[in-house]
T-cell receptor
């Protein structure tokens, strides 16, 4: 499995953009980058995923570098409800089997 | 639409008892996964079901753990003769396919406490 490295914690002022980095330097050519988050006492929530191109949805934007060795999740206008642990993962596929493995993630604290 | 539903949300039981945890996946999702998450830890994969194929049980920690999926929908995770180290949050996820680009959607889990 390609491993990911994320900062342990980050703070962001409410209303500002939160930029969460992730390093995945050993990613394979056909592996996707996924982002999930987990708010206390809830299950992980899917945010966004991408392969090569930058992606945007109603929750966030995902910027993947050209060499695909790193990516950044952008929450354009962080709110207090975005306080959570954010996980960057690389999907592993073997014959269609898709295990999800989370590392320690980044604890994002949105400050009023 | 309805997400992944798990029950019970909390379960407290005595050491040595059997427990059953239930997962209702999103309607139409063919892939179903069980994970557990211990306090402050990441996800530990337990078992995976895909359609009518034989499940991948490679993550089950011992033969006290078993799971079934009836009719390709609802799944039950059973832990026999529970031990204190089984205390964790048990998470279920489903996805519409097993292809790379289909995200897994998680339930809120069952918090299991073994006294």
């Amino acid at each position: 499995d390609a491993k990911t490295t994320q900062p342990t914690s980050m703070d962001c002022a409410e209303g500002r953009a939160a930029n969460l980095p992730c390093n995945h330097s050993t990613i394979s050519g056909n592996e996707y980058v996924y982002w999930y988050r987990q708010i206390h006492s809830q299950g992980p929530q899917y945010i966004i995923h991408g392969l090569k191109n930058n992606e945007t949805n109603e929750m966030a934007s995902l910027i993947i570098t050209e060499d695909r060795k790193s990516s950044t999740l952008i929450l354009p206008h962080a709110t207090l409800r975005d306080t959570a642990v954010y996980y960057c993962i690389v999907r592993v596929a073997a014959g269609g089997y898709q295990k999800v493995t989370f590392g320690t993630g980044t604890k994002l604290q949105v400050i009023p | 639409g309805a997400g992944v539903s798990q029950s019970p949300s909390n379960k407290v039981t005595e050491k040595g008892k059997d427990v059953e945890l239930r997962c209702d996946p999103i309607s139409g999702h063919t892939a179903l996964y069980w994970y557990r998450q211990s306090l402050g830890q990441g996800l530990e994969f337990l078992i995976y079901f895909q359609g009518n194929s034989a499940p991948d049980k490679s993550g089950l920690p011992s033969d006290r753990f078993s799971a079934e999926r009836t009719g390709g929908s609802v799944s039950t995770l059973t832990i026999q003769r529970t031990q204190q180290e089984d205390s964790a949050v048990y998470l279920c996820a489903s996805s519409s396919d097993s292809l790379d680009n289909q995200p897994q959607h998680f339930g809120d889990g069952t918090r299991l406490s073994i006294l």
